[in-house]
């Protein structure tokens, strides 16, 4: 067997690390634009305990791992220093001298560091017994210790998880994965000349594309790092802005129960019931980023009966909402706002009762929910700045649209649409157009 030496070793790893270097750059643009995915994401970004978000990110690292295998080069230790062109026919097993060189375990070792040990070695079942079909010499060994690396690197993050964090400790858990995969060989493979050369031919190449793969796959992953924890920052806003109560509401509602004792005791208790629970589910909404209409739909009738209790002949309200819309979420005190604000504002000047609509309507991707009233209407001049910033008035400091506009906007950044029409002397109405969704956020 003829095993380079000198010159010609060097040049047998700079060409090897220059390849492998090259078609490792490309998978990890391909992995980058994948990981923009939305379900891709909340499994990498969601809770690594769920069953669901081990499988999906396993099969993640694992389908890019393989990708690691078919995207090297064959090596045949008999003729080292030649690249054998990759079988036509991927089922093809491979002769018994050669052997796979590709970066596989670069990915394996990329699961474990990001995701944990559970993920590294889901991927490194997966690429592993991928690669231990392809046969070839080495083909048990390079599965063995591709699982091997994936449960390290996972491991090593675990116990030190400042390893993650540290360009040198990213470095050090490719290194020891590179050498625990050659420890593998030389152990497992026969005869041992023949695992000796391939080592010696790979060991460089491999473990410099593993150290430098891996910081570069980090750097892709801090992408989606920072993603997380700026809709960390939006829910965190978006629940502060949901947690602001008309200033007035408490006490209002508390001397009108107040005055009410005096007429109608058990009334009035019912009442009592009736604000503890609106203001248990206003703290319980307070926390959530998303409610159902039909709970939204509930406070609002509850937030109106005790203004009726204020004024009991001052308004009507009526709601005509399409049941499929019920279960959609969307962010909490959206119609709750649009109410206090046709009731607090439509009022003034009135002497007639004050009609409040809202109407509620499907349009398949979209729903769109109208609240209308019969009230004083917005001049010109004041319709133009209101949402755009808190407008003071007589009845408040016209905040509500405005923390409302905000709010969509964070849990909606490009869809959602809050028009606002009205006519002085004749009413007001605006217009809340969201996503369709289900699902809580």
Known sequence: MHYPIGSDMLFHWLDNTAQLSQRVCVVLIAAHVSIRIDWLRQALRGDSHLWRNRLVCSAFFGIFAMIGTHSGFLLDVHQLGKHITWPAELSDALKHSQAVIGFRDLMVLAAGVTAGPWIGFGAGVAAGGERYLLGGFAGEASAAATVLQGVW??????????????????????????????????????????????????????????????????????????????????????????AQIEPHFMNNT??????????????????????????DDTRTNTGANSISLQQEITQVERYLDFQRLRFPEAFQFQRNISPQLLPCQLPPRCLQTLAENALLHGMQGQNRPLKIDIIGVDHGETLTLRVSD???????????????????????????????????????????????????????????????RTATW
């Not at 090593?156 to 625990?180: D, E, K, N, S």
């Not at 391939?198 to 430098?212: H, I, R």
């Open 153 to 242: 690197a996972g491991l090593a993050v675990r116990f030190w998880p400042v390893l993650a964090r540290r360009l040198r400790g990213a470095a050090f858990i490719a290194l020891v994965g590179t050498l625990m995969q050659k420890a593998v060989l030389l152990a497992l493979v026969s005869p041992y000349a023949d695992a000796l050369a391939l080592v010696v031919e790979t060991a460089l190449p491999v473990a410099v594309v593993n150290t430098f793969g891996l910081l570069l796959f980090l750097f892709v992953m801090q992408d989606l790092e920072r993603d997380r924890l700026a809709n960390q920052a939006r829910q965190a806003e978006l629940r502060a802005l949901n």
């Open 254 to 279: 508390l001397n009108a129960i107040k005055a009410l004792i005096r007429r109608d005791p058990d009334a009035a208790a019912q009442y009592v019931v009736k604000l503890a629970r609106f203001l």
């Open 374 to 436: 019969t009230g004083c209407g917005i001049a010109a001049p004041r319709l133009k700045e209101l949402g755009s910033r808190p407008v003071e008035s007589a009845a408040g400091n016209g905040s509500g649209l405005y923390q409302l506009k905000r709010s969509l906007k964070l849990a909606f950044p490009r869809q959602s649409n809050l028009a606002i029409n009205s006519w002085p002397g004749h009413g007001t109405e605006v217009i809340l157009t969201i996503p369709k």
